[in-house]
């Protein structure tokens, strides 16, 4: 056996080690894009919640809370919320499946089944209690609880894909945590931690492994 | 430079039981399916060199039914693992024995 045989065999075992246990399609591309859906989405909301106060109410206590005070801004804040979330899974499945083709993986298979298991846990039950929540008049807690049940949601999903994940989970906790503190700038956490970190970390994956 | 070539484990002499071996090194068990899919090899070829690597006792099956349908998975055993990690390891000091010479 030549040693550039040997090499070969040696990278195609741990390829295949790698290929077998985790996610490795997840595309960089699509975190960049639902980081940049994100901002936009904030921006809107942004508009909705405060067009046409003025001067903006920068320095007021619980900043989301009071704006919500017509029942159409809920509506329309849901259904932006629920828009922004679907252009980033469409755009996530789209462009994994491309990467998913060119590195020999199923897009639909074991290791991303396990990964979207061990995400839904954190992410329904943090769903849930958003809505239970809102229902309850709490709109406070729109923000920091989102961002904490995401961060969890991409820690458990980690060890399914690169570790990198873990880390923006870490980081969205972390924010998360900090939105708890300070209710009033709910809005400018939610577009930092899902609009940001989402476009930094795209970005990073996308030198580090799309290519 | 005689060290080694038998040392190389005659049961992964062919490719595909060495990914076999591969996969299931890194996960807990892998389905019939899945590792079917993943290597890109028709049924009866990986069931045949399934058969070997079961022969050899390195892995061992296991049988169940997800609803109605057979669900076959394959999981290594500590023989099998030891015997994939030095199996790796002779490949490594075959290099390091080529780059000194």
Same mark, same amino acid.
């Given at each position: 056996m030549e040693e550039k045989e040997i090499h070969d065999e040696l990278a195609a075992i741990r390829?295949?080690?790698?290929r077998s246990s985790k996610f490795i399609s997840l595309s960089g591309l699509s975190g960049i894009l639902a980081g940049i859906y994100a901002s936009i989405g904030s921006g809107v909301a942004y508009y909705i919640l405060y067009a046409g106060d003025y001067p903006v109410k920068h320095n007021s206590h619980y900043f989301?809370?009071?704006?919500?005070? *017509?029942?159409?801004?809920?509506? *329309?804040?849901?259904?932006?919320?629920?828009?922004?979330?679907?252009? =980033?899974?469409?755009?996530?499945?789209?462009? =994994? =499946?491309?990467?998913?083709?060119?590195? $020999?993986?199923?897009i639909w298979g074991k290791i991303s089944q396990s990964l979207l298991f061990h995400m839904s846990i954190p992410l329904l039950t943090g769903g849930l209690l958003i809505l239970i929540f809102m229902y309850d008049g709490s709109y406070g807690i729109v923000a920091p609880a989102s961002l904490i049940f995401y961060g969890l949601s991409l820690v458990s999903a980690s060890n399914f894909t690169f570790t990198d994940v873990k880390y923006l989970g870490l980081c969205e906790i972390?924010?998360?945590?900090?939105?708890?503190?300070?209710? =009033?700038? $709910?809005?400018?956490?939610?577009?930092? $931690?899902?609009?940001?970190?989402?476009?930094?970390?795209?970005?990073?994956?996308?030198?580090?492994?799309?290519? | 430079?005689?060290?080694?070539?038998?040392?190389?484990?005659?049961?992964?002499?062919?490719?595909?039981?060495?990914?076999?071996?591969s996969v299931l090194a890194a996960n807990e068990r892998y389905d019939f399916n899945s590792l079917k899919d993943l290597l890109n090899?028709?049924?009866?070829?990986?069931?045949?060199?399934?058969?070997?690597?079961?022969?050899?006792? +390195?892995?061992?099956?296991?049988?169940s039914f997800l609803g109605r349908k057979p669900n076959t998975n +394959?999981?290594?055993?500590?023989?099998?693992?030891?015997?994939?990690?030095?199996?790796?390891?002779?490949?490594?000091q075959l290099i390091k024995h080529q780059k000194s010479t």
């Open positions: 390829g295949l080690m790698e989301i809370a009071e704006g919500i005070q *017509s029942i159409i801004n809920i509506y *329309s804040l849901l259904l932006l919320g629920i828009l922004v979330l679907l252009a =980033s899974v469409v755009t996530a499945i789209i462009l =994994s =499946s491309r990467q998913a083709k060119r590195k $020999g993986q199923p972390a924010l998360g945590l900090i939105a708890a503190c300070l209710p =009033s700038y $709910g809005l400018l956490f939610w577009a930092l $931690g899902f609009g940001v970190l989402h476009i930094i970390y795209g970005g990073m994956m996308y030198l580090k492994y799309d290519r | 430079m005689k060290i080694s070539f038998d040392k190389l484990d005659k049961a992964f002499e062919n490719r595909v039981r060495l990914q076999i071996m090899i028709t049924d009866g070829n990986l069931a045949s060199h399934l058969k070997a690597l079961e022969k050899e006792e +390195y892995i061992v099956v296991h049988k +394959y999981e290594a055993t500590v023989i099998g693992k030891k015997a994939f990690k030095e199996h790796l390891d002779t490949l490594e």
